[in-house]
Structures are given as structure tokens and as C-alpha cells.
């Protein structure tokens, strides 16, 4: 199985502050994903980043992927209280790019 | 565009009886997914679709789980019987391809007493 595994655990940081999140898997992928969730909601997709991709933006994030480490990592900049959630990653691969989640990485931001 | 729809809520039962999902996901998405997500854990995938053929369900405990999705549109996923340990949230997902992004319904929380 190439599930992510996100590191730390859990983080909390102040609000203003940058949280930087890692996840590692083990097998060869074809992408990995980032999700967000909320406490008692659904996920919500962040970002996609494709094997032969190395970094990618949107907005205050920033994840980046090191195929040879088996490792990605999510960057929140400048945080909000809002940023607080769980955020997961996912990764895509096989023949029928099935889709694996790790046990997540919990983000409190404190105002 | 509409979310993915999931029906019911919220489900509550005694173990070794029978419950369903419901599923409609985006209109014009090929790949449906169904993840079982316990607290304190990150979402299991059940089982995915691509239109009505079942491209992955090595994770589906194919002993009480079941799932189809007819016509390619809606899906419904059933246990028979529950178990204790079957209590969860139940999340369907669709994509246009197994290659895109998932967008996630609000899914059904299940618990069994």
C-alpha cells in the first residue's frame, strides 16, 4: 500500500505564524493530494500534485514533492484561525490509481 | 455545480441489523468512491467505480459490505449485519477520473449499539 503518513501528529501554532506539515509514503505514486477537514465536516481537496511535479501554489499554501525521499509537504503561510482542521494527505497510484489517506495532521491556530 | 449528495445524515442501529447509503455524486463524474473514515482516523477507501465497473474493493469487507452503482450515476453501499466496530462516518466522493480531484459529500454517520 503507498499510504501517506503526515507528520507531526498535531500543531498548534499562533495565529500569523507558518505550519509546515509532512507526509511520507512508500510505494511509487502517480499523484498526491492534500485535503482539508473540518471538525464534523466533509474534506475539502486543497491540492494536487502530479509525480513529475516538484512544487505547486495556491493562494497561502504550498506543497512541494520529493519523489526520491517518498515525501511531500504541505506549507500554510501568514495562518488564521480559520486554517484550523485536520489536513490529510492522499496519494494516487497503481494501475487504477486508487487512492490512500494517512491518519492526518491536526492544525489548531490560535487567535 | 451541486455537491455530492449523501442521504441520510445520521443512522443509528443494534448490531446484526441492515443499513443503507445513498450517493449521488456531480453530475458527469465517471469515478465514485466510498470511504469509511472511524474518529481519530483518516478516511478508509471501501470501494471505487469507474461508471458501474469496480475498478478497487480490496479493502471491502465483502463479507457484510455491498455496493453498486447502477446506470453509472447513483451509488448505494449496504452492511448486513453491523457490527460494533462498523461505527463511522461514511463518505462517498466523485471525480471526473481517477486522475482528478475527489469532491466529498457531507457523509452518513453511522452508529451501532
Known amino acids: 500500500s503507498q499510504q501517506g503518513e503526515e507528520d507531526p501528529q498535531a500543531l498548534s501554532i499562533q495565529e500569523g505564524e507558518n505550519a509546515t506539515m509532512n507526509c511520507s509514503y512508500k510505494?511509487?505514486?502517480?499523484?498526491l493530494q492534500w485535503y482539508r477537514q473540518n471538525s464534523g465536516r466533509g474534506l475539502v481537496h486543497l491540492i494536487l500534485i502530479r509525480s513529475n511535479e516538484r512544487e505547486k501554489h495556491s493562494g497561502r499554501l504550498r506543497v512541494t514533492l520529493d519523489t526520491s525521499k517518498k515525501s511531500s509537504s504541505l506549507l500554510i503561510t501568514a495562518s488564521r484561525a480559520a486554517d484550523t482542521a485536520s489536513y490529510f494527505c492522499a496519494t494516487a497510484g497503481g494501475v487504477q490509481n486508487d487512492m490512500r489517506f494517512g491518519a492526518g495532521t491536526r492544525l489548531t491556530v490560535k487567535p | 455545480e451541486a455537491g455530492v449528495a449523501q442521504s441520510p445524515r445520521y443512522k443509528i442501529i443494534e448490531k446484526r441489523q441492515s443499513v443503507a447509503f445513498w450517493c449521488n455524486p456531480i453530475s458527469g463524474h465517471a469515478t465514485l468512491y466510498w470511504y469509511q473514515q472511524i474518529l481519530g482516523q483518516g478516511p478508509k477507501l471501501l470501494i471505487q467505480?469507474?461508471?458501474?465497473?469496480?475498478?478497487?474493493d480490496s479493502q471491502l469487507p465483502k463479507d457484510r459490505f455491498s455496493a453498486e452503482r447502477l446506470k453509472g450515476v447513483d451509488s448505494t453501499l449496504k452492511i448486513q449485519p453491523a457490527k460494533l466496530e462498523d461505527s463511522a462516518v461514511y463518505l462517498c466522493a466523485s471525480s471526473r477520473s481517477s486522475y482528478n480531484e475527489q469532491f466529498f459529500g457531507p457523509g452518513t454517520r453511522l452508529t451501532v449499539l
Open positions: 510505494t511509487s505514486i502517480n499523484n
Open positions: 467505480f469507474q461508471n458501474n465497473g469496480v475498478v478497487d
